[in-house]
């Protein structure tokens, strides 16, 4: 009877020792699974250098707000480069990841023998994001009014110039003879210079044009935003390179600013100056909102972040009238649209 009972308990134990080590095995496996997982989901650190802080880029900026980069595991870091020059440099030298500015920089780097050539993924504007400015109300403006006029315009070769000045041509306007363009004064200035006297009409980017409305010291005639056409103002290129070593990185990167474009195709100018307010501290919720309704209704931002051909190639026709274009650069070659039609599903 004892030597029986003696067995059975020794029977117990093996069971519970055997029970045990399976517990402290699985134990031991969740453990390693979830460092696992704490390993992959540490966030990836990007830097997105931009060619200037505006309101213009809205979605951008919701996409910040919003945690949309965050939720991707992306530890953003926004650097504002004040001009394509600087950002193309930033993204050329490797200190920056990603750069936001006009396509055409890639296309100037291209033609001059760039060894890894800067591809735009993902675009982010479809229309110019300035306006003509007058010193007076003019509800029937129409682009020959200039003709024999001083107008503060951009520098030479400068995007905002070159769409400018593709408008006038479109409108039987000769920008050399026609029209007396200063394209002496700083981008940051002509708000200013005009506030002060100078040029019958401006073309400024915002706030520019509001703040001139709400001194009552000009009115905006016309959107050279609307009059150009749906032109790639801004997009977002990295390096070959950097694209083929991190595909996943730009994709999530790509993921995050789609979810910040479906936020504007789907919330009122209102709700969208409400979230952005943060990153333009100096600037009045009122002020905001004004700029991103005139923006809203003009349809300057995309649904989707696809770069599409014809635009590529309305670009190059400005860039061509503008005589900056020594040849055209193939599509393919400098576009890739693989990243946001994948975010667009």
């Known amino acids: ?28 496996q969740k453990t390693a699974g979830t460092a696992e997982e704490q390993k992959e989901e540490k966030p990836v650190s990007v830097t997105l250098n931009e060619v200037a802080h505006s309101i213009f880029y809205a979605p951008q900026y919701v996409a910040i707000e919003k945690g949309y980069f965050k939720d991707e595991g992306i530890d953003l870091t926004l650097v504002t480069g004040f001009g394509a020059d600087k950002v193309m440099t930033a993204v050329l030298s490797g200190e920056a990841d990603i750069g936001f500015m006009g396509s055409e920089s890639s296309i100037y ?38 003709k024999g006029k001083d ?6 070769g400068g995007m905002p110039e070159m769409v400018f000045e593709y408008i006038l041509k479109q409108n039987g306007i000769d920008p050399e003879k026609d029209v007396n363009i200063d394209q002496g004064i700083d981008f940051g200035s002509t708000a200013a210079a005009f506030s002060g006297g100078q040029g019958d009409f401006t073309v400024e980017f915002e706030p520019g044009a509001t703040a001139l409305e709400q001194e009552k010291a000009g009115y905006v005639v016309a959107s050279l935003g609307v009059d150009s056409g749906y032109v790639p103002y801004t997009a977002y290129s990295a390096k070959q390179s950097f694209m083929d070593k991190n595909p996943e990185i730009v994709q999530k990167f790509t993921n995050a600013l789609q979810k910040g474009m479906d936020f504007v195709q789907t919330h009122t100018p209102e ?30 931002w995309k649904e989707d972040l696809v770069f ?27 576009v890739t649209t693989k990243f946001a039609e994948e975010a667009a599903k």
């Open 151 to 156: 107008v503060l315009g951009g520098r030479k």
């Open 109 to 146: 780097t291209y033609q001059e023998g760039a060894n890894d050539v800067i591809v735009n993924f993902a675009q982010l504007t479809q229309r110019a994001g300035n306006f003509l400015v007058a010193r007076e109300e003019m509800d029937n403006f129409a682009w020959t009014d200039l």
């Open 1 to 28: 009877m004892k030597k029986r009972l003696f067995c059975v308990l020794l029977a117990t134990v093996f069971v519970v020792g055997l029970l045990s080590a399976c517990t402290s095995k699985d134990d031991t």
């Open 308 to 334: 599409e051909e014809s635009s590529f190639d309305l670009l190059q026709d400005i860039l061509e009238s503008a005589g900056e274009l020594e040849k055209r650069t193939p599509y393919s070659d400098l």
């Open 271 to 300: 709700e969208i100056a409400e979230v952005i307010a943060p990153q333009f501290k100096e600037t009045d919720l009122a002020t905001i909102t004004t700029i991103v309704k005139r923006y809203y209704d003009q349809d300057t």
